[in-house]
Nanobody, 127 residues
């Protein structure tokens, strides 16, 4: 059974930092790309950042480029999102996602590309 469990969310002041972590289990025998999405109640779930299985390819939404960094440790089955210079508009539920890929350099940026999702962790940035 595939499980993705996010942690690290919380309340932080504008300009501060948080590090989110996604612990994955049950993903075997494939390369997996991962991504982080975020969602505000009543709005669509938006792409934040993605990373290939190798970790060599990453992609970011324009709104977070230069402030957020996605990384992975395949030996620990974790995918992290380092968030710096946080803004009130970053406030959202953050969700980790995973999808099997044929090649270790592939990543994906659409919600519909992903097969597995975590339950989310809340990030609140106060002004």
């Amino acid at each position: 059974q595939v499980q993705l469990v996010e942690s690290g969310g919380g309340l932080v002041q504008a300009g501060g930092s948080l590090r989110l972590s996604c612990a994955t289990s049950g993903l075997t025998n494939y390369n997996y790309a991962n991504a982080w999405f975020r969602q505000v109640p009543g709005k669509e779930r938006d792409f934040v950042a993605a990373i290939s299985w190798s970790g060599g390819n990453t992609f970011y939404a324009d709104s977070v480029k230069g402030r957020f960094t996605i990384s992975r440790d395949n030996s620990k089955n974790t995918v992290d999102l380092q968030m710096n210079s946080l803004k009130p508009e970053d406030t959202a539920g953050y969700y980790c996602a995973a999808v099997g890929t044929d090649h270790d350099w592939v990543l994906a940026t659409r919600k519909s590309d992903y097969d597995y999702w975590g339950q989310g962790t809340q990030v609140t940035v106060s002004s």
